[in-house]
């Protein structure tokens, strides 16, 4: 996205200097017609010096125009070629398990986690937060301070599977849905692990791209 902005910007300062040299040159011809035409107002009285000044400030007007549209053109490439790069989703990097195996997102992927997350787990963790515990959502920071480490595809599945207290000591299967108690859950009978998998990437995902909103629930949603 940002390299297509950077082609159009630059080429609107193009098309500028393009049109600016084009008028340079009509400029440059109109100099010799003006030379002409006050040869011919000199000799013939057909045309007044007023009318001749006012035409010369006319394409004055114009040459300074075009120098502005290119020098803003410009400034607005140089801008955005100082401006941070955002990441592609395929750039993103989570972790899938604590030995050091990542993997990747495609914006296929994330829309399938968004809309899984959104089915099962939005009800009570709108934007990555906790409904039932304010102190305990679903950022790196607190995923990773749970025991075990939910910061990882893999422990977020585990989770998912047979989740437990935030210390790791209580199995809280049949409160918090769970692949355990999908009796008790009926959203939970049709989950594939593929589906947990799809999920637990995209709640890491989203600690990656909004790290400053996700975990915060309401208040940025």
Not at 8 to 29: D, P, S, T, W
Not at 131 to 147: I, P, R
Not at 183 to 210: G, H, T
Request: proline share 3%; with cysteine; net charge negative.
């Amino acid at each position: 996205m940002k390299s297509g902005l950077l082609c159009a910007v630059a080429l609107l300062g193009l098309l500028g200097l393009k049109l600016h040299g084009a008028f340079v040159v009509q400029r440059l011809n109109n100099g010799a017609h003006e030379r002409e035409a006050r040869t011919e107002v000199a000799g013939q009285g057909l045309q007044s010096s007023l009318e001749l000044e006012q035409a010369v400030e006319q394409y004055s007007a114009w040459d300074s125009t075009f120098r502005l549209l290119a020098g803003v053109a410009l400034s607005a490439v140089l801008l955005v070629g100082a401006a941070p790069a955002r990441a592609d989703v395929e750039d993103v990097v989570i972790a899938v398990d604590e030995k050091g195996k990542t993997t990747s997102l495609t914006k296929e992927g994330v829309v399938r986690g968004k809309r899984l997350f959104n089915a099962a787990c939005a009800i009570c963790h709108i934007g990555g937060g906790t409904k039932t515990n304010q102190n305990v959502g679903l950022s790196t920071e607190e995923l990773s301070g749970a025991s075990p480490n939910r910061n990882t595809v893999e422990g977020l599945i585990d989770y998912l599977n047979n989740p437990t207290t935030y210390d790791g000591l209580k199995d809280i299967s049949e409160i918090h849905p769970s692949i355990k108690a999908a009796d008790v859950w009926p959203k939970m009978r049709s989950m594939q692990q593929q589906d947990l998998y799809d999920m637990s990437a995209y709640i890491l995902y989203m600690n990656q791209v909004i790290p400053e909103k996700w975990g915060g629930g309401k208040q940025y949603y």
